[in-house]
């Protein structure tokens, strides 16, 4: 593929933006595994969405890419992504991944040339190998340089002109709700203690790194969520899956803490709470 855009990741993510860009009619590729290659073949990618309504999407599936695109759109799970990177050939024009976590850039960094921090917004599961749940009616993808690719993409694309704000903004968001969740197995509303202490920690972590995020802003935004709020961290480690994200959130904040001296300890807490789940 010389040119256009490809989506390395069929997951939620990957699989709704992609179907939303083929329903637009931009040329896309997703990248993905054998397995799901023939499964998008044979049903489509079906998505079923307040936003978008419920419609199947003949989306452009390969199991890897030996030309490279002109945009990159990197939407695999944290701990997949340098097995992942082996479908991917040369060098695409610009690299976005929408990842969780902040490490990640430094993976993609020493692959690549062009890597724009970005981030998505969005609550959506995926239901087999072909079939998205998109929950909420927003989906945002938040990037930190312009990319031409996104222009009138069908979907809510924001351009801020700061990358450490666009990684920490939704990391201390995340961190948050994923952490007090998933290691009380439980859904915010008998977690919002936790939830605004580990936010205020995350916060103070943030702005050492550079970012522009206000503890206070975000302890609103966790009050204003239902309280049957949960996460994606929360259902991998109740199912006792092998790539959840817990150190690319958790890990993450810790690791940072660290570098600037500064103290975390519910945050400490909750992450060793769910090693032992």
């Given at each position: 593929m010389s040119g256009?855009?490809?989506?390395?990741?069929?997951?939620?993510?990957?699989?709704?933006?992609g179907a939303e860009l083929t329903r637009a009619g931009t040329p896309i590729a997703l990248v993905t595994t054998e397995v799901s290659v023939g499964a998008i073949a044979h049903d489509g990618v079906r998505v079923v969405s307040p936003a978008f309504g419920e419609h199947t999407e003949r989306v452009h599936a390969v199991p890897a890419l030996?030309?490279?695109?002109?945009?990159?759109?990197?939407?695999?799970?944290?701990?997949?992504?340098?097995?992942?990177?082996?479908?991917?050939?040369g060098e695409p024009e610009?690299?976005?991944p929408l990842l969780n976590g902040v490490d990640h850039m430094a993976v993609l960094r020493e692959r690549f040339a062009h890597v724009v921090a970005g981030t998505v917004r969005v609550q959506a599961h995926r239901e087999g190998r072909t079939t998205v749940i998109h929950r909420a009616p927003f989906l945002t993808v938040t990037i930190a340089a312009p990319v031409a690719a996104l222009d009138g993409a069908p979907f809510e694309v924001v351009v801020a002109d700061d990358e450490a704000t666009v990684l920490w903004g939704k990391?201390?968001?995340?961190?948050?709700?994923?952490?007090?969740?998933?290691?009380a197995d439980a859904p915010l509303g008998?977690?919002?203690?936790?939830?605004?202490?580990?936010?205020?920690e995350v916060a103070l972590v943030a702005r050492a790194e550079g970012a522009d995020v206000d503890a206070d802003a975000i302890v609103e935004e966790l009050r204003g969520l239902p309280d049957g709020a949960s996460s994606s961290l929360r259902a991998d480690v109740a199912a006792g899956a092998s790539d959840h994200e817990l150190d690319a959130i958790g890990g993450a904040v810790l690791r940072a803490a660290e570098r600037h001296g500064l103290r975390a300890d519910r945050t400490a807490t909750l992450v060793a709470r769910i090693g032992t789940l």
């Open positions: 256009g855009v490809a989506i390395l990741g069929s997951g939620a993510v990957g699989a709704l933006i030996e030309a490279p695109p002109g945009v990159l759109l990197v939407a695999t799970k944290a701990p997949r992504l340098e097995r992942a990177l082996e479908r991917i050939a610009v690299v976005v990391l201390t968001r995340l961190a948050a709700l994923a952490l007090a969740t998933t290691a008998a977690v919002r203690a936790d939830a605004e202490a580990v936010a205020r």
